[in-house]
């Protein structure tokens, strides 16, 4: 079930009416049935491994309470649920490389591969109940309630693609009574609004250009492919902080603050504050649960690279098993560390700092979208033939992706206002100002921009949030 679904738009207002109309004893309940109706909309089968991570995590906090044995109880607890991750996401990209590095000593076998769907979220969840049992064995209390503790791993708006959720702030939120607070409420509409104009009106769109040029980068070359990354840049900003938004706004229709996610990352000066405003539940929980106890910073500047280049790659292998998205990993790592070396050495210019972090994450994420290597290589070396004549170089790009200049108006103008409220919500809290305007005011934004998403929204089919490949 997808949030920008017609399937989605009847099951959040049946659980919110019901939700509220229940007294707080039984609200845990729903919950929980609407996350697990909400996960077996996809397949049905796939119910059993949340609700095996969960039984895993669960039982194995509780025991770690025991404070015999902790070591031990923490890494099962931690294997077991990996082991389930690595089977669905990671188990056919491994048995091809052992298969491999084999035939390098002259070992000839055929690799053993599966065949079965990716769950969606599996990497999301597992990362929160490993996260879980970290806390536990480093002295939280364990969740006695097996219902808030599945719908703590099961909560159906960050569910499939997060925020991933740390314990003190989700669990006791569940197990809260909660009032119906008008503001709150209204205030999740709103995001949700904003994040349904970032996938349908921006990610959608540019996913159309982004994947006939990547579908097929050798019929492809010049600003073609310059605009294809670029769109892709953008494209997956206003797909996944999209999703965040709606997850986020509709966590509050029930009375629950989720984490925020994304803070204008295009407005970074730095890859270190890139990582600071990008996917911020995954950043940091990487920074609390390897970094640091890698030893973080403490151990030399040597170490503290090292550290920093085992959370990239750790990060580029967790988005998915290819060698495209280690290398995106290696991309960063190495970019961050260099920034660690030379960073006071380099001149502060703010605004040509931010055009270069920018740049260069466009450039990493070719190999994030990319299908192969080989894909990337083509696209790095054929995306400046013919820029020597700028005039013809930027038309024939235009004129290969089929962009008029009607339609080139409808790509630019609703980026440029997204830029210009990423900028603006630097400094405040856009939504929440225009809440204070008066009555007619704000109700012409809202109508404003409902009908701009309606109008501007592509014909084509409602795609998937990239992320839940993840």
């Given at each position: 079930?997808?949030?920008?679904?017609?399937?989605?738009?009847i099951f959040?207002?049946i659980v919110?009416?019901?939700?509220w109309?229940?007294?707080?004893?039984?609200?845990k309940?729903?919950l929980l049935?609407?996350?697990?109706?909400?996960?077996?909309?996809?397949n049905?089968?796939?119910?059993?491994?949340?609700?095996?991570?969960t039984?895993?995590?669960?039982?194995?906090?509780?025991l770690?309470?025991?404070?015999?044995?902790k070591?031990?109880i923490a890494?099962v607890?931690?294997?077991?649920?990996l082991?389930?991750?690595?089977y669905?996401?990671?188990?056919?990209?491994?048995?091809?490389?052992?298969t491999?590095?084999?035939?390098?000593?002259?070992?000839?076998?055929?690799p053993?591969?599966i065949?079965?769907l990716?769950?969606v979220?599996?990497s999301?969840?597992?990362?929160?109940?490993?996260?879980y049992?970290?806390?536990v064995?480093?002295?939280?209390?364990?969740?006695r309630?097996?219902?808030s503790?599945?719908t703590?791993?099961?909560?159906?708006?960050?569910?499939?693609?997060?925020?991933?959720?740390?314990?003190?702030n989700?669990?006791?939120q569940?197990?809260?009574?909660?009032?119906?607070?008008?503001?709150?409420?209204?205030?999740?509409?709103?995001?949700m609004?904003?994040?349904?104009f970032?996938?349908l009106v921006?990610?959608?769109?540019?996913?159309?250009?982004?994947?006939?040029a990547?579908?097929?980068?050798?019929n492809?070359?010049g600003?073609?492919?310059?605009?294809?990354?670029l769109?892709?840049?953008?494209?997956?900003?206003?797909?996944?902080?999209?999703?965040?938004?709606i997850?986020?706004?509709?966590?509050?229709l029930?009375?629950?603050?989720?984490?925020t996610?994304?803070?204008s990352?295009?407005?970074s000066?730095?890859?270190?504050?890139?990582?600071n405003?990008?996917?911020?539940?995954?950043s940091?929980?990487?920074?609390?649960?390897v970094?640091?106890?890698?030893?973080?910073?403490?151990?030399g500047?040597?170490?503290?690279?090292v550290?920093?280049?085992i959370?990239f790659?750790?990060s580029g292998?967790?988005?998915?098993?290819?060698?495209?998205?280690?290398i995106?990993?290696?991309i960063?790592?190495?970019?961050r560390?260099f920034?660690?070396?030379?960073l006071q050495?380099?001149?502060?210019?703010?605004?040509?700092?931010?055009?270069f972090?920018?740049?260069?994450?466009?450039?990493?994420?070719?190999?994030?979208?990319?299908?192969t290597?080989?894909d990337?290589?083509?696209v790095?070396k054929?995306?400046?033939?013919d820029i020597?004549?700028?005039f013809t170089y930027?038309?024939?790009?235009?004129s290969?992706?089929n962009?008029?200049?009607?339609?080139?108006?409808?790509?630019?103008?609703?980026?440029?206002?997204?830029?210009?409220?990423?900028?603006v919500?630097l400094k405040i809290?856009?939504?929440?100002?225009?809440?204070?305007?008066?009555?007619?005011?704000?109700?012409?934004?809202y109508?404003?921009?409902?009908?701009?998403?309606?109008?501007?929204?592509?014909?084509?089919?409602?795609?998937?949030f990239i992320?839940?490949q993840?």
């Open positions: 079930m997808l949030f920008n679904s017609i399937k989605y738009m959040l207002p919110f009416f019901i939700y109309l229940l007294p707080h004893k039984y609200r309940y729903l049935i609407s996350s697990y109706y909400f996960y077996m909309s996809w049905p089968i796939y119910i059993l491994l949340i609700l095996s991570t039984l895993i995590s669960y039982i194995s906090g509780i770690l309470e025991s404070r015999r044995n070591k031990i890494f607890g931690i294997f077991m649920s082991s389930i991750l690595i669905f996401k990671y188990f056919n990209f491994l048995s091809s490389n052992i491999k590095i084999l035939e390098l000593f002259t070992i000839k076998i055929d053993v591969m065949n079965v990716l769950p979220g599996i999301f969840y597992t990362f929160q109940t490993i996260g049992l970290i806390d064995y480093y002295g939280e209390a364990a969740e309630d097996f219902i503790y599945a703590f791993v099961s909560f159906f708006p960050q569910l499939v693609a997060g925020p991933i959720e740390r314990t003190k989700l669990l006791p569940l197990k809260q009574k909660h009032i119906f607070n008008y503001n709150q409420a209204t205030y999740g509409i709103k995001l609004l904003l994040g349904f970032k996938k921006i990610a959608d769109t540019l996913a159309i250009y982004v994947n006939q990547f579908g097929n980068v050798i492809y070359s600003f073609s492919l310059v605009l294809a990354v769109f892709f840049t953008i494209e997956i900003y206003c797909d996944f902080s999209g999703y965040s938004d997850a986020v706004g509709t966590a509050k029930f009375g629950i603050n989720l984490m996610n994304f803070k990352p295009y407005f000066s730095s890859l270190k504050e890139f990582w405003n990008w996917h911020i539940s995954l940091t929980w990487f920074k609390d649960y970094y640091i106890p890698l030893g973080g910073s403490r151990k500047k040597f170490k503290t690279n550290n920093l280049m959370v790659l750790l292998l967790w988005h998915g098993a290819s060698w495209t998205y280690i995106w990993g290696f960063h790592g190495t970019a560390i920034e660690n070396i030379f050495k380099i001149k502060k210019i703010k605004w040509v700092n931010i055009i972090v920018f740049t260069f994450c466009s450039f990493a994420w070719i190999f994030f979208r990319v299908e290597l080989s990337a290589i083509i790095i054929n995306m400046f033939i020597i004549h700028p930027i038309k024939a790009g235009f290969d992706l962009i008029s200049s009607n339609e080139l108006i409808k790509i630019i103008m609703p980026i440029i206002s997204l830029f210009i409220y990423d900028y919500s809290d856009i939504i929440s100002w225009i809440s204070t305007r008066k009555t007619f005011v704000r109700w012409l934004i109508v404003f921009v409902v009908f701009l998403i309606l109008y501007l929204i592509p014909s084509s089919n409602t795609s998937e992320y839940f993840f």
